[in-house]
């Protein structure tokens, strides 16, 4: 049984390895967006995924550990905190330092997260805006005149080159 915990604990300790570089990620990310980096952003989003593959095959590990130690005929869902309860002494500590700076770690996350995503609306506002003024400059709407006549004003500028 003492191995189980031992195990359990080298799964948590790599999680908040895992959690710590994808903060770190998302940090970088942010100053990817405010830089307009986009070569970066995608390295960037590659690195992301491949740490969330990795801390999902934590995650499944850890979740048949945490059912081996469990009694699996219990209703209630089994938290850290249950198991840290039963874990012998010489493991308590370092599952409860972990379980801390999980929490620390993914509260951390969320906010960077939301931070970038305001930083995404605000890049794609940003292109919406700047394209709706380039198609105005190539093509102006048509005019109602008082008469009920359509008619096309001259353009209000040129477009130098499709490709951007």
Request: proline share 1%; glycine share 4%.
């Given at each position: 049984?003492?191995?189980?915990?031992?195990?359990?604990?080298?799964?948590l300790?790599?999680?908040?390895?895992?959690?710590?570089?994808?903060?770190?990620?998302?940090?970088?990310?942010?100053?990817?967006?405010?830089?307009?980096?986009?070569?970066?952003?995608?390295?960037c989003?590659?690195?992301?995924e491949?740490?969330?593959?990795?801390?999902?095959?934590?995650?499944?590990?850890?979740?048949?550990?945490?059912?081996?130690?469990?009694?699996?005929?219990?209703?209630?869902?089994?938290?850290?905190?249950?198991?840290?309860?039963?874990?012998?002494?010489r493991?308590?500590n370092?599952?409860e330092?972990?379980?801390?700076?999980?929490?620390?770690?993914?509260?951390?996350?969320?906010?960077?997260?939301?931070?970038?995503?305001?930083?995404?609306?605000?890049?794609?506002?940003?292109?919406?805006?700047?394209?709706?003024?380039?198609?105005?400059?190539?093509?102006?709407?048509?005019?109602?005149?008082?008469?009920?006549?359509?008619?096309?004003?001259?353009?209000?500028?040129?477009?130098?080159?499709?490709?951007?």
């Amino acid at each position: 049984m003492e191995d189980k915990f031992s195990h359990l604990l080298e799964i948590l300790e790599k999680e908040v390895n895992l959690f710590n570089e994808f903060l770190t990620l998302l940090q970088r990310e942010r100053q990817y967006m405010i830089d307009l980096s986009l070569d970066k952003l995608h390295e960037c989003h590659n690195q992301k995924e491949t740490i969330v593959l990795n801390l999902k095959v934590l995650e499944d590990a850890r979740a048949d550990l945490i059912s081996e130690i469990h009694d699996d005929n219990q209703t209630t869902t089994t938290t850290l905190s249950m198991i840290i309860d039963k874990a012998p002494a010489r493991y308590k500590n370092g599952m409860e330092s972990c379980q801390s700076n999980l929490r620390s770690l993914v509260d951390s996350i969320r906010e960077i997260n939301q931070i970038n995503g305001i930083l995404a609306d605000r890049a794609i506002n940003y292109t919406r805006n700047s394209l709706s003024f380039l198609n105005r400059l190539i093509s102006q709407l048509p005019v109602y005149h008082a008469s009920g006549r359509m008619v096309h004003e001259n353009k209000t500028g040129t477009l130098v080159c499709k490709k951007g």
